[in-house]
């Protein structure tokens, strides 16, 4: 009876262990096998020639504005222009009373008749004074008296012609013509004013000058290093006069014409720290206003053999910004990048990448430093010619 017992329990303790041996055979075999690496998408970089724009701020301001006053005195009698309209240079804006000016043309007319008689007599005087001295009849003092009264004659001839050609100068002022093409003002001095031709009471009206217009605008010194070490690196330096330069309004929409660099500043303007410049626009149609807001986008200028990486593809870490890289085998890491300026189509890379490398662009959450990765695409980029 005791021998059955401890058999029974004998085989029982044998049947136990054998099913402990077999827990680790079992759990091994239903473990999950390893995942397999992650699907992305790579773009293979090449460097390429990028346009490059920078935009500010702008103000327009007119091309030209001047002021129109009188430059002789009177009775201001008509006014001959719709206020605020447009006018060619030449136009007849105000009309001076002419009387006094009409009369000091005559009488300078008059003086000049005068001097011309009087050296047509000098000059009679003259030939018989030098026939007679020849024929020692007159004196040596004679003749002389009589060719420097030729001479004082002529001088006097001149003088009443300088006299009249002033006296029609002042005439002329008094009909005030448009010195410019342009939008006038609203008139200073009403019809029937006394007006002068001193600083305070000369001032008629105002023409400003539309077309073309300027655009004012002020850049950063970094903005102007980058311009000009960009310049050196083109094969032809940019210069500011080929710069091109484009508007947009308040709206979002565009002005159809392209500008031009025209000026900027060779010092820095130590209240803003910043660089004046200039555009200019033609403005046919007046509709850059100025005082008017808008903004510039500066252009005409490339960056040689850039490398562009797209915006999904920057990641930023404790130490900065990165991507990943995929080699040969299909192994990620990360790469450090410093980033230019953004551009259409992503960033410019300054330094971190080079041309050839595969960047991942699609599933970088996913992707492990030192870990495989399964490109399903990838693009290759277009290398444009320099």
């Known amino acids: 009876m005791r021998l059955a017992f401890v058999a029974r329990r004998t085989l029982s303790t044998l049947f136990v262990g054998a099913s402990l041996l077999a827990l680790p055979a079992a759990a091994m075999a239903q473990a999950p096998a390893a995942p397999p690496p992650p699907s992305?998408?790579?773009?293979?970089?090449?460097?390429?020639?990028?346009?490059?724009?920078?935009?500010?701020?702008?103000?327009?301001?007119?091309?030209?504005?001047?002021?129109?006053?009188?430059?002789?005195?009177?009775?201001?009698?008509?006014?001959?222009?719709?206020?605020?309209?447009?006018?060619?240079?030449?136009?007849?804006?105000?009309?001076?009373?002419?009387?006094?000016y009409e009369a000091e043309v005559a009488k300078a007319e008059a003086q000049l008749q005068t001097a011309e008689a009087q050296l047509a007599q000098a000059t009679r005087d003259k030939v018989r004074a030098v026939e007679l001295f020849a024929r020692q009849v007159g004196s040596q003092k004679s003749r002389d008296d009589a060719l420097s009264a030729v001479d004082l004659a002529g001088a006097a001839v001149a003088a009443a012609k300088a006299q009249l050609k002033a006296a029609q100068i002042n005439l002329d002022y008094a009909t005030v013509r448009a010195p410019i093409d342009g939008v006038t003002s609203?008139?200073?001095?009403?019809?029937?004013?006394?007006?002068?031709?001193?600083?305070?009471?000369?001032?008629?009206?105002?023409?400003?000058?539309?077309?073309?217009?300027?655009?004012?605008?002020?850049?950063?010194?970094?903005?102007a290093a980058e311009i000009r070490q960009i310049a050196e690196a083109q094969k032809h330096p940019t210069e500011s006069n080929k710069l091109t330069a484009s508007i947009t309004f308040g709206d979002g929409s565009t002005y159809g014409t392209t500008g031009e660099i025209d000026f900027?500043?060779?010092?820095?303007?130590?209240?803003?720290?910043?660089?004046?410049?200039?555009?200019?626009?033609?403005?046919?149609?007046?509709?850059?206003?100025?005082?008017?807001?808008?903004?510039?986008?500066?252009?005409?200028?490339?960056?040689?053999?850039?490398?562009?990486?797209?915006?999904?593809?920057?990641?930023?870490?404790?130490?900065?910004?990165?991507?990943?890289?995929?080699?040969?085998?299909?192994?990620?890491?990360?790469?450090?990048?410093?980033?230019?300026?953004?551009?259409?189509?992503?960033?410019?890379?300054?330094?971190?990448?080079?041309?050839?490398?595969?960047?991942?662009?699609?599933g970088v959450i996913k992707v492990r430093p030192g870990a495989p990765v399964a490109a399903s695409k990838t693009t290759v980029q277009t290398a444009q010619a320099n």
């Open 40 to 100: 992305v998408e790579l773009t293979t970089l090449n460097a390429r020639e990028v346009p490059l724009s920078y935009s500010y701020a702008g103000r327009v301001s007119a091309f030209r504005e001047v002021q129109v006053r009188a430059q002789v005195g009177g009775i201001l009698m008509e006014r001959a222009y719709v206020e605020g309209a447009r006018v060619k240079a030449g136009d007849v804006l105000f009309r001076v009373d002419p009387k006094t």
């Open 186 to 223: 609203l008139d200073v001095v009403p019809e029937g004013s006394l007006i002068g031709v001193g600083s305070t009471d000369s001032l008629l009206t105002t023409i400003t000058q539309l077309d073309p217009v300027y655009v004012n605008f002020s850049f950063t010194d970094a903005n």
């Open 264 to 362: 900027t500043s060779s010092s820095i303007d130590t209240q803003t720290g910043t660089i004046r410049s200039r555009a200019v626009f033609a403005n046919p149609d007046f509709r850059l206003i100025p005082g008017q807001f808008v903004r510039v986008t500066i252009g005409g200028m490339s960056l040689p053999s850039a490398i562009v990486i797209p915006e999904i593809a920057v990641l930023q870490g404790p130490k900065g910004k990165f991507v990943y890289t995929v080699d040969d085998k299909g192994v990620a890491a990360m790469a450090p990048v410093t980033l230019g300026q953004s551009v259409e189509g992503g960033w410019i890379v300054t330094e971190g990448l080079k041309s050839g490398d595969q960047v991942v662009t699609s």
